[in-house]
């Protein structure tokens, strides 16, 4: 499973990061990237769920 965020949708709600800090990253302006190559590690696929399912941007998707 990878997760990425689609930058042109970002707009800096942060909630991805508040629900998966594992997964995501911040830059200074706020906008989220997935960390890595978004891969997801065991034990965190239900924290990239929650985030893809709570970006109100709809700007984070899952890659099975
Ligand atoms: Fe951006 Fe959505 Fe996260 S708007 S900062 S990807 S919650």
Known sequence: MKVTVDAS???GHNRCYA???DLFQLDD???AS???DGTV???QE???ELAA?????????IHA
């Open 53 to 61: 399912d709570n970006c109100p941007e709809m700007a984070v998707t």
């Open 19 to 21: 629900l998966a800090p």
């Open 41 to 43: 590690p065991p034990g």
């Open 9 to 11: 949708l970002c707009q």
């Open 46 to 48: 239900d924290a990239a």
């Open 29 to 31: 302006a706020g906008f």
């Open 34 to 36: 997935a960390v890595g």
